[in-house]
């Protein structure tokens, strides 16, 4: 008797970090996979100078900084950033957009994005936070060279 109780405890406890880490498993799916829709939506928004969507993905008070031709720090805000946006609005730019990594670690995620364009490629690095249960880029930092 005394035995089986030990057996069954220690079933218990060689177990339950196996049940955790299939739980653990399927929120990283799941984060995984709404990060990945939120830089979707923002590629999408990118590639057919879609305002909306941009909208859609970004906090509203995200910043874009990079590196301007004087070596100084640049900034841009939504609107600023977004207005660039309008007078192209759904045109379809040409060009390949792409997710090329995604680390995520509980309500915080960085996601590396390539996009390479006829004359230019430029890398972004998003920060997202998941706020109140929504995925939202809060920040972009990016470079860009002449292709």
Do not use: C
Not at 22 to 51: C, P
Not at 69 to 88: C, M, N
């Amino acid at each position: 008797m005394r035995l089986t109780r030990s057996l069954l405890l220690l079933a218990a406890i060689v177990t339950t970090p196996g049940a955790l880490a299939g739980q653990q498993t399927m929120s990283a799916k799941t984060d995984d996979a709404a990060v990945r829709a939120v830089v979707e939506r923002y590629l999408h928004g990118l590639k057919f100078n879609d305002v909306p969507s941009l909208q859609a993905a970004f906090w509203p008070e995200a910043k874009l900084l990079f590196i301007k031709r004087d070596g100084t720090i640049g900034q841009l805000t939504q609107a600023e950033w977004q207005k660039g946006f309008v007078a192209s609005a759904g045109k379809e730019e040409e060009g390949t957009l792409a997710i090329t990594s995604v680390d995520i670690t509980d309500n915080a995620a960085s996601v590396k994005v390539t996009e390479t364009y006829p004359k230019s490629i430029y890398v972004d690095y998003l920060n997202l936070l998941r706020v109140q249960g929504e995925w939202r880029i809060v920040n972009k930092i990016y470079t860009s060279r002449p292709r």
